[in-house]
């Protein structure tokens, strides 16, 4: 075996590198970058076949380091840092023998103890296969299935893939005297007494008391029954029987400290033979099991359920030969799952964790290339990458492109040209010249002799569209029309008849595109922007309205990678890195209450320049609730009492469209200076004259959420402010807000929300289309979602349509179906 890292030396340098600002610090014999870069030439040679690759890449990349930006270095110094921690894990554990298929016998050894064993068989009728319903298990009768069918088991298979939330490691056991709060330990000891009684200042609560020794110290354990049944004094007698003194007991349990001292709360208990006995249970002792409940189905049957089950995933074929097992380092599918369940011991438990895992990343991966081939292999639309129309508007336009805008621009022509349809997201920080990209495209699409339609999620951000089209359309004398919830009848009928005698080439709107009297005659292209508010549906309604067209969609919130490959793994990404030339950064400061004045100050100086204000709040209307100020009642006082000698404005989502655009028109025409407004201006509002965003209670707001609302300003050449207002006492919520006052980044500042806030909170769930995993978090699992993917792109590669790989294809379907809540192949 090849000599290991020096794996403290490595991660030592990584550190200091980040710490010293990324600038390739100079070592006494070599830089940074040169360290790295010969350090990760050669890799370990226990590490799967993927793993050594990026070993290389990595070396490759540090070759490269003088050439990156800032920003690129942070990230591959951050990528470095988990890959070589996952690394190490890898190798310093036994590795598991993945060449031998496993069989009842081996597998039944489970348990730490033969009797458990016994038990768990004794259980479950053997013979029976996965799909049978829960009753054909022993213990699982008609009434206990009906509870567990609350949860959505209905058959064995179903118990046997209903992972658990959590583990407690009660594994470990201790002495009395060693007990710390905070620990989940196991304590032996005997029992010295026993008493259950009322409680004489609760008339329905009764206490249960119990006091252990095991020659190191006494521990008092106490429980609380609510309910008049337990007042009973035969019930109450019969708890005091399970316990008696001069008993061996093992308790498990959380380390808790109380006004009376150490204790375990609310432990599981059981009764032993004699201290040197194993201790044979489910839940003491052991790494116990925490599985998702509802009410009217307890812990305790799903865990006797999940034992009962335990013996049939010998049953599970696992889809992954043994070459794969081997090449990505995982562990037999059906040994994966009972340790999921009942792992011996926490590293077991690692493993098995990283197998399933694996499993749920990889057919979602699956499931995304399957269907980007089966776009692919639709109708074609070929549209010439230049023309006269896209040479005039090069012409018209008062800018020069930027570097990064051409490089997108050249990306999007050349899949217009494929034989296939293009499905392309453009990310790009706010500010960087999205839309001008994205009508390069649409006049690719017209002078092909096609329709485009372009759909916003608000109509604020559809307007500010249409407006920008009309200007730059109106040079090329070409008609645009704009369609939302508010445009008038005999309007709507217009836009209709014109799209469907093909006289209107574009059209840009909000959900209203999607209706079913929006007819297009030659639909070619379809650019949707920020995609992820919209519901995947949604998305597909628009594109079945014309014959496989190119799809486009645009995004201001940049996604960190594990989310794009999550919710876009069907897509090709492109990314515009670069700002416009001019734009200075905006200057950040997180700022409390008694800063209030300053801030105030900073805006009269703004506005005696010239300058506009924006003052954003979390709310609408006053909150009885919530001590936040609203935004009517902030418009209120700033106009009365604070800025009596400026014009205030006041937009809010719940006001009418007409109403909107004359506050959004006013403040564009400098009617006022400054405009109090809720999140509406989050994106689509482009004032170049607005230097000032105000955000009041910042904390109730995600990181990309605040990244958004501050491109709001610094879309000129002067220098502009960011201030976030905040009265939190909470040390995590300012450590959130700072890293908008260290960053300018969006990609960074979506990493680190994503790691804050967790990939729900970040994108909302139930529009972004987002998953609903089992185990995988896509913040702690980075590293394996991105071995799946390459593991799925490898498998596509060599059979696309998995004909080779009947049990992965119809594990795909089903898992993909769960995950996506559709099928793969329509």
């Given at each position: ?16 590198e980040a710490?010293t600002g ?17 350090s990760l030439?050669?890799?370990?040679a ?13 070396s490759?990349?540090?070759d ?45 050894q489970r ?19 996965l ?29 046997l893939?209903y992972?658990?939330?959590?583990h ?15 620990d ?6 005997t ?13 329905k ?8 020794y095991?020659?190191t ?13 337990f ?14 003194a ?19 709360d609310d ?5 032993l ?24 189905v307890?812990?305790?049957?799903v865990r006797k359920?999940v ?5 049939a ?35 077991t ?9 694996f ?9 995304l290339?399957?269907?980007r ?53 453009v ?26 339609a372009?759909m ?23 008609p ?21 005698t ?9 959900h ?19 995609q992820?508010?919209f519901?995947?549906?949604?998305r597909?309604?628009l594109?079945n ?17 594990t989310?794009a490959?999550?919710?876009h ?19 950040t ?15 009269r100086r703004e ?49 009418s469209?007409?109403?909107?655009d ?12 400054i405009?109090?407004s ?15 965003m ?5 904390e109730r707001f995600?990181?990309s ?34 890293v ?9 500042i ?7 806030r ?5 994108l909302?769930?139930r ?9 995988a ?15 799925a792109?490898?498998?596509?590669q ?11 294809q ?17």
């Amino acid at each position: 075996m090849a000599d290991l890292p020096d794996w403290l030396r490595l991660q030592k340098a990584l550190s200091v590198e980040a710490e010293t600002g990324f600038n390739d610090l100079q070592g006494h014999q070599k830089r940074f970058s040169e360290f790295l870069r010969d350090s990760l030439r050669v890799s370990p040679a226990n590490l799967p076949v993927i793993d050594q690759e990026r070993w290389i890449t990595l070396s490759q990349d540090f070759d490269k380091y003088s050439a990156l930006s800032f920003a690129q270095r942070q990230h591959l110094i951050a990528d470095t840092r988990r890959f070589l921690q996952q690394s190490r894990q890898l190798l310093e554990k036994p590795r598991p023998n993945v060449a031998k298929e496993p069989n009842a016998t081996k597998f039944n050894q489970r348990p730490k103890t033969k009797s458990l064993t016994a038990q768990v068989n004794n259980l479950y009728q053997s013979g029976h296969p996965l799909d049978q319903p829960l009753t054909y298990l022993k213990g699982m009768g008609p009434k206990n299935s009906e509870r567990l069918a609350k949860l959505g088991l209905y058959t064995v298979r179903d118990v046997l893939y209903y992972y658990p939330r959590d583990h407690l490691d009660y594994a470990r056991q201790v002495k009395i005297r060693d007990l710390k709060p905070g620990d989940t330990v196991t304590i032996v000891g005997t029992v010295k007494r026993c008493n259950c009684f009322n409680s004489p200042r609760n008339a329905k609560l009764t206490i249960f008391e119990l006091s252990l020794y095991d020659g190191t110290g006494t521990l008092k354990i106490s429980r609380f029954f609510a309910g008049a049944r337990f007042r009973n004094r035969g019930w109450q007698e019969r708890q005091k029987r399970l316990y008696p003194a001069g008993a061996t007991l093992a308790a498990s349990g959380l380390v808790k400290k109380g006004k009376y001292g150490i204790t375990l709360d609310d432990p599981d208990l059981e009764v032993l033979g004699d201290a040197q006995e194993p201790i044979d249970s489910t839940t003491v002792g052991r790494v116990v099991p925490v599985y998702p409940l509802t009410e009217g189905v307890p812990a305790p049957l799903v865990r006797k359920a999940v034992v009962a089950a335990l013996p049939a995933a010998v049953e599970i074929r696992d889809p992954f030969t043994t070459a794969l097992r081997e090449e990505y380092g995982l562990i037999q599918l059906p040994v994966a799952i009972a340790h999921i369940h009942f792992p011996p011991d926490s590293d077991t438990l690692t493993l098995a964790r990283r197998r399933l895992v694996f499993d749920e990343f990889f057919y979602l991966q699956l499931g995304l290339l399957s269907r980007r081939q089966q776009q692919q292999s639709q109708t074609q639309i070929h549209m010439a990458p230049t023309g006269k129309l896209i040479d005039q508007f090069y012409e018209v336009l008062p800018f020069k492109l930027t570097k990064a805008q051409s490089r997108v621009v050249q990306e999007i022509l050349v899949d217009l040209q494929q034989s296939t349809p293009m499905n392309r997201l453009v990310q790009g920080d706010v500010g960087s010249g999205k839309t001008v990209v994205a009508v390069v495209a649409i006049l690719a699409a017209i002078q092909a002799g096609y329709q485009a339609a372009l759909m916003a999620p608000t109509e604020v951000l559809a307007e500010q569209h249409y407006r920008k089209l009309v200007e730059w359309f109106n040079l090329l004398h070409l008609p645009v029309e704009l369609l939302t919830g508010s445009t008038k009848t005999a309007k709507r009928r217009e836009i209709h008849s014109q799209l469907e005698t093909g006289e209107l080439p574009i059209l840009v709107g909000t959900h209203a595109l999607i209706e079913d009297p929006v007819k297009f005659t030659r639909l070619g292209l379809v650019t949707i922007d920020e995609q992820h508010r919209f519901g995947v549906a949604q998305r597909a309604k628009l594109q079945n309205k014309g014959e496989s067209p190119h799809v486009l969609t645009l995004t201001a919130t940049p996604i960190p990678r594990t989310l794009a490959l999550t919710l876009h793994g069907d897509l090709d990404v492109s990314q515009i890195d670069e700002l416009p030339p001019g734009r200075k950064p905006i200057q950040t400061t997180l700022l409390g209450g008694r800063d209030r004045n300053h801030a105030y100050d900073l805006i009269r100086r703004e506005i005696a320049q010239g300058h506009q204000i924006y003052i954003v709040l979390p709310l609408v209307d006053e909150s009885e609730k919530l001590d936040l100020r609203s935004a009517i009642e902030e418009h209120q006082r700033l106009s009365d009492v604070v800025f009596p000698e400026f014009q205030v404005g006041l937009l809010h989502g719940r006001m009418s469209s007409s109403d909107k655009d004359a506050a959004i028109t006013t403040f564009r025409n400098r009617g006022t200076q400054i405009l109090v407004s809720t999140t509406v201006v989050e994106v689509g509002v482009d004032i170049p004259n607005a230097s000032v965003m105000l955000i009041e209670h910042a904390e109730r707001f995600g990181l990309s959420q605040l990244h958004q609302l501050r491109g709001r300003v610094g879309r000129g050449a002067d220098q502009s402010y960011c201030l976030l207002m905040s009265s939190s006492k909470s040390e995590t919520a300012l450590q959130r807000l700072r890293v908008l006052e260290q960053s300018q980044d969006g990609f960074f500042i979506a990493e680190m929300d994503l790691r804050f806030r967790g990939p729900g909170q970040v994108l909302g769930t139930r529009q972004s289309g987002l998953p609903d995993f089992a185990l995988a978090s896509l913040v702690n699992d980075q590293a394996v979602l991105e071995l799946a993917r390459t593991a799925a792109e490898k498998l596509i590669q060599q059979d696309s349509s998995l004909d080779q790989w009947p049990l992965i294809q119809k594990e795909l379907n089903r898992r993909y179906q769960k995950l996506m809540g559709g099928a793969i192949f329509t």
